[in-house]
């Protein structure tokens, strides 16, 4: 099993140890996990040259080129970010700005398909669950084959004040998840919806006479 994660914040605060306690019980080798930290991203400028050229001219490839690669060899995917006013952080929104080619609408990647995501977030009192939706949401458009989410309440400002009863409640969410994730992570397939919007897609591909990069790039998959 290799692992891909990507935290959304440089600081090593509660959601990065809940990200430990879900990694740690993963079937998979140290080596096999990879991670990343988004805040050393540049800005998307919304140049559209991802889109309307291909990937390879963002400007910023070089900053995110080892992540994208990273995320494509991985099976399982891990993104994680405290709750920022109610969002995920602006350097994880960042990424995903990036990411826009990888849309189901434009070119998605045919293994994301096979591909586990996790979102991770955590708050002192309300915002994390809207903000692992808000990463799901995003892993569901670039066509992820199944997700979890793990928001938790730490009720703290620091992991190191976190009562142990919360601790104790993290341990057994990311248990769950772990124990889920590996029993199934080599037998995913996408649900209905993800099936239903792949399926809408290709067919506004056929008649794409706007976007030849995107065009072509389904016709070389074989999917249209």
Known sequence: MKVAVLHGQKHKGSTYHITKLLVDKLDCAKEDVKEFCANDISDCIGCFQCIIKGEENCPHRSQTEEIIKAIEEADIIIFDSPNYVMNMSGQLKTFFDHMAYRWISHRPHPSMRRKIGV??????????????????????????????????????????????????????????????????????????????????????????????????????????
């Open 119 to 224: 979102a991770i977030s955590t708050t002192a009192g309300a915002g994390a669950g809207r903000v692992t939706k808000l990463i799901s949401s995003q892993m569901f458009w670039w066509s992820v084959g199944k997700t979890y989410k793990i928001p938790m309440a730490v009720a703290a400002m620091n992991w190191g004040t976190v009562k142990d009863k919360i601790k104790i409640k993290a341990e057994k969410k990311t248990t769950k998840v772990a124990n889920a994730i590996n029993k199934k992570y080599r037998y995913v397939k996408p649900g209905i919806k993800a099936r239903f919007m792949f399926n809408l897609m290709k067919n506004m591909q056929k008649s794409n006479d706007y976007n030849p990069v995107d065009s072509n790039y389904w016709k070389e998959q074989g999917w249209i």
